[in-house]
């Protein structure tokens, strides 16, 4: 199977902008959850989706948004761009068929820099 | 905060010696889990350990959990320069419905 993609690899945006990472996990796989990834913070849960819903949701600001398609393929959106948004920004999949967190399959993240 | 932290943040050692990161802990788990990084990739699962176990191995890594004094140690044998890499333990903490990540352990192996 193929793995989880990730695009684009790299993002150059401005303050003030606003931002749409993909995500398409890998087949079958129904969850998909995103991470921010900073030196400073390390690895942050945004939110995770499952058959089109949001599921779970992490401790960051409404300008943060994500969506889930049919195809179980899904975006993420950052309005209002900070430069404390620069980030790795990773997405993972896993099946989700299960209750809580088991492996998780992570794409090779995005890189966001915020000038 | 992190549910996990993890000790210690860097390691460097020879190849061919064996490499041990510890993770601990703040609450009940459902499950803790080990991922490696290559600088500034993405996460690759390496092994899951539940809360009712006790030590589980994956080729050259071994994991234990001890869960009364919340901790994980994470051990490779025989290491290579191919492991350089940061590892990160994870936690399915009870009732937290995400997975939390510590800061990390940065390893080194020399050649």
């Known amino acids: 199977k193929a793995g989880v993609t990730q695009t684009p690899r790299y993002l150059i945006k401005t303050r003030g902008q606003q931002v749409t990472l993909s995500c398409s996990p890998i087949?079958?796989?129904?969850?998909v959850s995103w991470y921010q990834q900073t030196p400073g913070q390390g690895l942050q849960f945004l939110f995770e989706?499952?058959?089109?819903?949001?599921?779970n949701k992490g401790n960051f600001p409404g300008r943060f948004s994500g969506r889930q398609f049919s195809n179980s393929r899904s975006e993420m959106n950052v309005s209002t761009l900070e430069l404390g948004d620069s980030a790795l920004y990773l997405c993972?999949?896993?099946?989700?068929?299960?209750?809580?967190?088991?492996?998780?399959?992570f794409g090779p993240g995005t890189r966001l820099t915020v000038l | 905060s992190q549910q996990g932290e993890e000790d210690p943040q860097a390691l460097s050692i020879q190849e061919g010696e064996n490499a041990t990161m510890n993770c601990s802990y703040k609450?009940?788990?459902?499950?803790l889990q080990w991922y490696r990084q290559n600088s500034g990739r993405g996460l690759v699962h390496l092994i899951l350990?539940?809360?009712?176990?006790r030590e589980k191995h994956s080729g050259r890594l071994r994991v234990t959990l001890d869960t009364s004094k919340k901790s994980s140690s994470l051990l490779i044998t025989a290491s290579r320069a191919a492991d350089t890499a940061s590892y990160f333990c994870?936690?399915?903490?009870?009732?937290?419905?995400?997975?939390?990540f510590g800061q990390g352990t940065r390893l080194t192996i020399n050649p």
């Open positions: 609450t009940s788990i459902n499950n």
């Open positions: 350990i539940r809360s009712n176990e």
């Open positions: 994870a936690t399915d903490a009870r009732g937290a419905q995400k997975l939390v």
């Open positions: 993972a999949s896993s099946p989700g068929l299960q209750a809580g967190y088991n492996e998780q399959f």
């Open positions: 087949s079958g796989h129904r969850s």
């Open positions: 989706y499952f058959s089109e819903t949001q599921r």
